[in-house]
C-alpha cells in the first residue's frame, strides 16, 4: 500500500518560512514525480510545485516562484517544501501527491500527470 506522510505545517507570520516534509512509503518503482497541491477555503485545489526523480525537473506555479523551494532525497523517500516569504495568500491546506509519471515535470506535468496517490493534508496558516 503506498502511503504518503505529510508534516511541516502550522501557523506562521507573514514574511516566515516553514517547511513541509511528504515521506513515501510502499511505492516500489524508482522514478516518480512527487510534490505538493493545496486547497485554499472556498478555493478549487491548485498545483503547488512537484519534482520527477528521473531528471530532477521541477514545476512551480507562478506564485510561489522564487519564495518555494522543492527537493527530493531518494535515499530516504523523502520530499521537502521549503516556503519562504510566507503570505497570507498562501494560507491553504497542502496536500503531498505522487504520480507515476515522471520526466519533463516543468512542461509535462501540469499537462498530463495523473496524481493517484494522496497523503493527508497539513494546514499552513499565514497570518497577517
Known amino acids: 500500500e503506498v502511503q504518503l506522510q505529510t508534516s511541516g505545517g502550522g501557523l506562521v507570520q507573514a514574511g516566515g518560512s516553514l517547511r513541509l516534509s511528504c515521506v513515501v512509503s510502499g511505492f516500489t518503482r524508482d522514478d516518480y514525480t512527487v510534490g505538493w497541491f493545496r486547497q485554499a477555503p472556498r478555493k478549487e485545489r491548485e498545483g503547488v510545485s512537484w519534482i520527477s526523480t528521473s531528471d530532477s525537473s521541477i514545476y512551480y506555479r507562478d506564485s510561489v516562484k522564487g519564495r518555494f523551494t522543492i527537493s527530493s532525497d531518494k535515499a530516504k523517500n523523502t520530499a521537502y517544501l521549503q516556503m519562504n516569504n510566507l503570505s497570507p495568500a498562501d494560507t491553504a491546506v497542502y496536500y503531498c501527491?505522487?504520480?507515476?509519471?515522471?520526466?519533463?515535470?516543468?512542461?509535462?506535468?501540469?499537462?498530463?500527470?495523473?496524481?493517484?496517490?494522496w497523503g493527508q493534508g497539513t494546514l499552513v496558516t499565514v497570518s497577517s
Open positions: 501527491a505522487l504520480s507515476t509519471d515522471f520526466g519533463l515535470a516543468d512542461t509535462l506535468g501540469p499537462l498530463l500527470f495523473d496524481f493517484k496517490y
